[in-house]
């Protein structure tokens, strides 16, 4: 039973793509959603019963505070953090010599420091109820060693070892950590950058023993069952879900 009713859920980088797909998800098992996105967050949450839209950079440690401390005036409290929001498609291809510095860094900001962030700002909220499911999002990339996005690979990696170490630190505290690691799925995002398409598509397709496209809403069910209740005994874990690409 993966009923989310009566709980207060919060999908960083939810205004579109596979956040968008995990917001609808947990709306559809009854939680109440919070999406806190750099931009159309309002319209996105706009779309749920009683939604709340926050507009954050996620590695901003005053925004991730603000994140919470609003969620928990106007929702009551907080039941799930989703730490989705990252840079993906955006970021060149390019062998790991020709990435700038400041690259590597923006991308080990936003796809890892706010993870950091978003917890440490989450915690107490969640400590004060005795309970909380964390889920963050990984990829598939870092288990297979994909080359040309040394820094994106090296981001995710480190989401994997965050969870299991951060699950460890909380487990008594009542609140589980779980990842969750797509594979290379049809986001808005994606769809932005053909060159990625080209690029990625037909041959991750082909890798899958499921073999079609993977879609934002694939990734969505997982999700809605590690943030319930009927995952009440499993913490520290990574779920791969990519049509069968990659076992882990
Ligand atoms: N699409 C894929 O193939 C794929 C595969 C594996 C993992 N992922 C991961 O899934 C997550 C979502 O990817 P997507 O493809 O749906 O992306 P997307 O680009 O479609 O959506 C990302 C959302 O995050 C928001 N965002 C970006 N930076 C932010 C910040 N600093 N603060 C707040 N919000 C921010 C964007 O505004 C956008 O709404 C990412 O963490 C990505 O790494 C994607």
Same mark, same amino acid.
């Given at each position: 039973m993966t009923s989310l009713k009566g709980k207060v859920a919060i999908v960083t980088?939810?205004? /579109?793509?596979i956040g968008r797909a995990i917001a609808t998800g947990l709306a559809e098992n009854g939680a109440r959603? *919070?999406?806190?996105d750099l931009r159309g967050a309002e319209e996105a949450a706009a779309a749920y019963e009683d939604g709340v839209g926050l507009t954050i950079d996620v590695a901003d440690?005053?925004?991730t505070e603000r994140m919470v401390s609003e969620t928990v005036a106007r929702c009551g409290g907080l +039941?799930?953090? @989703? &730490? &989705?929001?990252?840079?993906?498609a955006s970021l060149e291809m390019r062998a790991f010599t020709e990435i700038p510095l400041e690259e590597w860094r923006r991308v080990m900001d *936003? &796809?890892?420091?706010?993870?950091?962030?978003?917890?440490?700002?989450? *915690?107490? #909220?969640m400590r004060e109820r005795e309970s909380g499911a964390i889920v963050n999002i990984s990829s598939g990339t870092p288990f297979r060693g994909v080359p040309f996005l040394l820094h994106y690979v090296t981001s995710k990696g480190a989401i994997v070892a965050f969870t299991r170490?951060?699950? !460890?630190?909380?487990?008594? +505290?009542?609140?589980? @950590? &779980?990842? %969750?690691?797509?594979?290379?799925?049809?986001?808005?995002? @994606? !769809? /932005?950058?053909?060159e990625i398409i080209t690029a990625l598509r037909d041959a991750s397709v082909a890798a899958r023993?499921? /073999?079609r496209d993977q879609v934002p809403a694939d990734? #969505?069910?997982? %999700?809605?069952?590690?943030?319930? +209740?009927a995952a009440s005994f499993v913490t520290g874990q990574t779920i791969v879900i990519d049509g069968g690409q990659t076992f882990h």
């Open positions: 980088g939810g205004a /579109q793509g959603i *919070v999406i806190a440690e005053g925004a +039941d799930v953090l @989703v &730490n &989705n929001a990252g840079l993906y *936003v &796809n890892v420091a706010s993870m950091f962030l978003t917890c440490r700002a989450a *915690v107490p #909220a170490a951060l699950a !460890k630190e909380l487990g008594t +505290d009542g609140i589980r @950590v &779980n990842c %969750v690691a797509p594979g290379f799925t049809l986001s808005e995002g @994606v !769809k /932005q950058h053909p023993t499921i /073999q990734v #969505a069910g997982a %999700v809605s069952y590690l943030a319930s +209740d």
